[in-house]
């Protein structure tokens, strides 16, 4: 099973453009076709790496660097994405392309864990919750049946 952990520190090369850094993810896949197929889904996903592919990694902003290191996890062409924090220290704007971006790799059967301090985004977002308080499992269930829950609405979204 192919398994790739896109974690909250990023984790790329800073020196290297964002093409490079994309087809790094690759590395293990010989079939050009599919590399060729699986870019062209990140750069649908971030037109702004497109628009950025022959730009330097670190010099992309915080949102930015989020995109790539979540478009080089997509060209692992993974069976399950362990997502960590995502969403840590994004604008709202950001937040929304990454968790639409999430949305778009779940539907194309990739099984997807996600770890999010973000209540609302993870709700709209997972399928199934484990709600973690001090490292214990205090809740979990559906997404459905965690937002009836009194007490989810009023600590975690604001209800």
């Known amino acids: 099973m192919r398994i790739y952990h ?25 079939d050009r076709k599919k590399i060729k197929e699986l870019l062209d889904f990140v750069f649908n996903l971030f037109p702004r790496l497109k628009e950025r592919k022959r730009q330097r990694a670190g010099t992309l902003s915080g949102g930015e ?14 069976e399950l994405l362990l997502l960590d924090e995502p969403s840590l220290g994004l604008a709202p704007i950001f937040k929304k392309a ?14 997807t864990l996600l770890v999010e301090q973000d209540a609302v985004l993870a709700l709209n977002t997972a399928q199934y919750i484990h709600l973690l308080e001090e490292g214990k499992i205090e809740m979990r269930g559906t997404s459905e049946e965690l937002k009836k829950e009194p007490r989810i609405k009023k600590v975690y979204l604001g209800i």
Do not use: W
């Open 6 to 30: 896109c974690h909250d520190l990023r984790r790329f090369f800073y020196d290297m453009i964002v093409f490079e850094n994309l087809t790094i993810g690759a590395y293990s896949l010989k």
């Open 98 to 111: 990454i968790f639409k971006a999430i949305n778009q790799i779940k539907e194309t059967g990739t099984t």
């Open 65 to 78: 660097q989020q995109m790539l290191a979540l478009g080089r996890a997509i060209m692992a062409n993974p």
